[in-house]
């Protein structure tokens, strides 16, 4: 738990230390790196205070997550509830997200401030035990707090992956009359060359984003069923649970996920790279994996 | 020179004892947290089941004798004062209820009654909320007890009287499977 909250400083520091260089890059295409690398420096202190207190509306935003609805979701709320008192946390608040997907993810900045969101495909296809099991998992992370580091790590990858679509497109359509000026002030050469490590730069960083999002979700999936599993003394339940979820991932698809988010969903949503594998290309382990440790459990 | 290092170790060693025996009480006051959670959902327990009889009684005019005992127990239960008493009744009141609800497996007009099945969500619930209320209990008394008994912070534990905790055990009885007699 404490080693997470660690890894939240670092990560923090990791942000501040990419978008400034990044916002040299981009300054210094236009022949303004220290101006760049100030106004990054603004954003960045803005973006992650933003990312901190406002993270977590902002992740259920996108996942088009509604409150759940009292009556109609009592037993949802009643399971999360269950597994609170277990975990010893506050109660978090409680999501669904109108989808047939079969889905579920926790987020916030720390317990006093989570929230558990489960899909309507999850809610109709698990039994009581099984979706017991899946709220624990979330519990998990909560208590753990996951939820922080992820959430951060999804405003990074965010980020990075939004300014180097801006800077691409900035190169595509701003190209000539950028070029036009430049020439005209001083000598082209060093600056192209500038803005050519800045343009590799930009390709870079969003691999380096993912591969981080990667490193830090694998084991925490492995982590969280275990501590689930310590919460409702019952690991068959979440392993049939975590086989109903993934015999629907690719039938049916999740839609308001997208890359910044894919890793803090119990199962990867987007299966983008051939995920059967337990590929270095996986935000998470395979689920065949993760059901396997958790029957040797029981 | 070598005075500054005496005062800063005597400085540490103040602020290391503070933190320990802050976190004596911080793991105490977790355990009594954790036992007002056990009488709050009990509470609640016994707020729903006489809604539960009155909704369940006309289709289940048969078992009368069920339904007397759950009631009966739900009155032993709000009665009893003590620790040892309190939980012997709640156990039976647990066990009678665990009855009730195998036998309103026999009957589909019921199951099939919204404010029945509401009501067996918000009982089912509760009963897995007091169990599990229990298990936090017990996880947070092992805390404090490891607390109170390993080296270093057993020596603040012993000089300011910070007492190992009690932990909920289940009876017997309750360890059993439920035996439904469907007749």
Do not use: C
Not at chain 1, 17 to 23: A, F, Q, Y
Not at chain 1, 144 to 158: C, E
Not at chain 1, 252 to 275: D, E, K, V, W
């Amino acid at each position: 738990m404490a080693v997470n909250r660690n890894k939240s400083v670092l990560l923090l520091a990791g942000v501040f230390l990419i978008l400034i260089l990044m916002g040299m890059a981009f300054g210094n295409a236009y022949g303004y790196p220290e101006f760049g690398g100030v106004a990054a420096l603004v954003i960045a202190a803005i973006y992650v205070l933003w990312a901190y207190f406002g993270g977590r509306a902002a992740i259920l935003a996108i996942s088009s997550a509604q409150e759940a609805d009292p009556v109609r979701d009592r037993q949802l709320i009643n399971l999360v509830d269950e597994m609170r008192i277990a975990a010893g946390l506050p109660m978090p608040k409680v999501y669904t997200i109108e989808s047939d997907a079969l889905n579920a993810f926790a987020t916030g900045r720390d317990p006093d401030h989570a929230a558990v969101a489960v899909t309507r495909g999850l809610i109709n296809k698990l039994n009581r035990e099984e979706l017991q099991g899946v709220v624990a998992h979330e519990m998990s992370h909560i208590r753990n707090y996951d939820i922080r580091l992820m959430m951060l790590v999804a405003a990074l990858v965010g980020a990075v992956v939004l300014l180097a679509d801006i800077f691409g497109r900035s190169l595509w359509y701003g190209g000539s009359s950028r070029r036009f000026r430049r020439t005209s002030e001083r000598s082209g050469s060093g600056a192209a060359i500038l803005a050519l490590i800045g343009i590799v730069f930009m390709i870079l960083a969003p691999l380096f984003a993912s591969l981080l999002q990667m490193a830090i979700s694998r084991r925490r999936e492995f982590l969280a069923d275990a501590s689930a599993v310590e919460l409702t003394r019952n690991p068959h339940a979440l392993a049939t649970a975590l086989e109903k979820i993934d015999n629907a991932l690719e039938a049916t698809p999740l839609p308001g996920a997208s890359r910044a988010t894919q890793h803090i969903y119990i199962a990867n949503p987007l299966r983008s790279f051939g995920m059967r594998a337990s590929a270095l290309w996986s935000t998470h382990p395979p689920t065949a994996a993760r059901i396997k440790v958790l029957q040797a459990m029981g | 020179m070598a005075y500054i290092i005496v005062l800063a170790l005597a400085a540490l060693i103040v602020f290391y004892v503070v933190g320990l025996y802050n976190r004596l009480v911080r793991l105490r006051n977790a355990v009594r947290n954790a036992w007002h959670q056990i009488d709050v959902q009990l509470k609640r327990r016994h707020d729903l089941i006489p809604n539960l009889v009155e909704v369940v009684k006309d289709y289940m005019s048969y078992e009368q004798e069920t339904l007397q005992k759950v009631i009966e127990a739900r009155g032993a239960a709000m009665n009893a004062s003590g620790t040892a008493s309190v939980a012997q009744a709640e156990n039976m009141l647990t066990g009678a209820l665990k009855s009730l609800f195998a036998l309103m497996e026999a009957y589909p007009d019921l199951k099939a009654n919204q404010n029945v099945r509401e009501l067996q969500e918000e009982l089912t619930s509760t009963e897995n909320k007091i169990a599990f209320a229990r298990q936090y209990y017990n996880d947070s008394v092992m805390r404090m007890n490891n607390a109170t008994e390993l080296f270093p912070s057993s020596l603040i534990a012993a000089s300011f009287g910070f007492q190992r905790e009690e932990y909920y055990v289940v009876p017997e009885a309750e360890r059993e499977p439920v035996k439904v007699d469907l007749r």
